[in-house]
């Protein structure tokens, strides 16, 4: 009798859905002999029931499998209670139904296909035709070319690449303002720059389509294997002959730099069959100066040995720098030529393959600048963090290295070097340029400065290419690139003027509000 009433709680066991076990009034069962029997027989010890009110915690868990131990009854129904969960759990499929489904269709079709009569591929094909996206289907009814999806597709990248390029930009400025800290000389400045940045705006706008839509821009050449290791490449239409090419550094008090900040240079100099090279770097925090210099040497070291490729004379290369980029390119150049008199020292390029290099209102000696830039709030704590603690203002200070006794020789190796300046610089004074160009003088280089009156930091840069007609700094640069040059004299004397970007009034008033 006791081993029948186990097997009827056993069979009951079975039943998915437990709780129902535990019914208060006795449940009448009919067996083969139509005999009435009780599931909870009076006679059987409450302990004995424990066992089948099974909850999922661990711990219930082990307490019904300590029980067990001690009756086998107890032991008989909870394990038979696990094994027929286990059977009853549903297996999932290995592929989600949406795939299984694709599959089945996919299948379906081959087979489908295959019994189809040859007479019938219409069909199949008008089939194949709704299953294409709506773009698609646009593209087969009007019939477009091979070569206008190519040109979406293009299209489609370059405002991708735009959206990169903006958030990219973003980033920088944010960074610039989490190092520079919000006091309130920069509270004042930033205000200054949205209505600087303002009065551009149209000649911004201008230059940003040219440089994300034009065809003779090449963007993101990578020269290196560190993040920011990449170059653009501004074409000349022209394409007969080698072509003279300047490796440009941009600036960006060594925080936002950015290589398409020479974009408006790039496109102005290509229009007189000048290659331009703007050089990106990694800035402040990512890396520190030795690390901005080192990215310039490689920069420069590609645009050596690779130019040709892309049209350039590999004889015919120059190398400029504007405000910090302007410190950056002489740093490199110096450290070069530094590098070319030790023993042993290997370097992929030479001071030699440089026709001459070009400093646009740029700072070179560092000792002067700690406290102006601290005034203009470039803070001396950044500024140290930027070039490596004060121990190491001498070896990134041009004007003062090339002095050393150690590396003096070093002078005869620098190629002619002219610094471009306006008097009217606040943010690096002229007299930074005057008294590099002095030294120099002084060492055996050629050298010379030329100074610009009353021009700002980002007169000779911005406001003055965007007036369009005659620039000074711009057709002084384009006379000493293309000197011996007969031809490319005879058409830059009958170069059309450069065309104007921004109103007048609008170039005075980002004059007067310049926070530069």
Not at 130 to 140: E, I, P, Q, V
Not at 365 to 390: A, C, T, W
């Amino acid at each position: 009798m006791f081993r029948t009433s186990i097997s009827r709680i056993s069979t009951l066991l079975r039943n998915p859905n437990p709780h129902r076990l535990l019914i208060p009034n006795p449940i009448p069962i009919t067996t083969k002999n139509t005999k009435k029997a009780q599931i909870f027989s009076p006679k059987m010890p409450s302990q004995q029931i424990l066992p089948i009110t099974y909850h999922p915690p661990p711990s219930t868990t082990e307490k019904l499998l300590s029980k067990s131990e001690d009756d086998p009854a107890t032991r008989l129904l909870l394990f038979s209670h696990f094994e027929d969960e286990e059977k009853s759990a549903p297996s999932r499929p290995l592929l989600p139904k949406s795939a299984s489904y694709t599959f089945n269709t996919s299948a379906a079709a081959a087979a489908a296909a295959a019994a189809t009569p040859a007479g019938s591929a219409n069909n199949n094909q008008k089939r194949r035709r709704r299953t294409a996206s709506d773009n698609s289907l646009y593209s087969l009814s009007s019939g477009s070319s091979s070569e206008e999806a190519a040109e979406r597709h293009s299209s489609a990248g370059n405002v991708e690449h735009a959206a990169t390029e903006t958030y990219l930009v973003t980033r920088l400025s944010l960074k610039l303002l989490s190092y520079l800290g919000v006091g309130y000389r920069w509270i004042a400045r930033f205000m200054a720059l949205g209505c600087y940045s303002f009065l551009l705006m149209p000649g911004f706008i201008q230059v940003g389509y040219y440089y994300f839509f034009s065809k003779q821009v090449r963007r993101g050449i990578v020269y290196g294997d560190q993040p920011r290791n990449r170059l653009d490449l501004y074409l000349p239409k022209n394409s007969d002959g080698p072509k003279p090419v300047i490796a440009f550094i941009t600036g960006g008090a060594w925080i936002i730099g950015y290589k398409a900040w020479g974009s408006l240079l790039g496109q102005q100099l290509s229009e007189r069959d000048i290659i331009v090279a703007c050089i990106d770097y990694r800035n402040f925090p990512q890396g520190t100066i030795s690390s901005m210099v080192q990215d310039a040497s490689q920069g420069i070291s590609f645009v050596c040995n690779h130019i040709a490729e892309y049209g350039g004379d590999p004889n015919r290369v120059y190398v400029m720098g504007q405000s910090a980029g302007a410190h950056i390119g002489a740093c490199a150049i110096v450290d070069q030529a530094i590098k070319e008199l030790g023993e042993g020292e290997s370097t992929s390029w030479s001071v030699s393959q440089i026709n001459a290099y070009f400093g646009l209102s740029g700072g070179y000696n560092l000792f002067n600048l700690v406290d102006h830039f601290h005034s203009r709030g470039l803070y001396r704590s950044i500024f140290l963090g930027i070039m490596e603690g004060e121990n190491s203002l001498h070896r990134f200070s041009p004007e003062v290295m090339i002095q050393d006794p150690n590396v003096r020789t070093a002078a005869s190796l620098l190629p002619p070097i002219i610094l471009f300046h306006g008097t009217a610089d606040y943010s690096i004074p002229s007299d930074a340029s005057k008294n590099f160009a002095e030294t120099l003088r002084s060492l055996g280089v050629k050298a010379e400065s030329i100074l610009y009156e009353g021009k700002t930091h980002t007169d000779l840069f911005l406001q003055d290419p965007m007036r369009g007609g005659r620039d000074d700094m711009f057709e002084d640069l384009v006379a000493i690139i293309h000197e011996g040059d007969s031809e490319a004299l005879a058409r830059d004397a009958v170069a059309p003027p450069r065309r104007r970007l921004v109103p007048e009034f609008m170039l005075k008033l980002a004059h007067k509000v310049s926070p530069f």
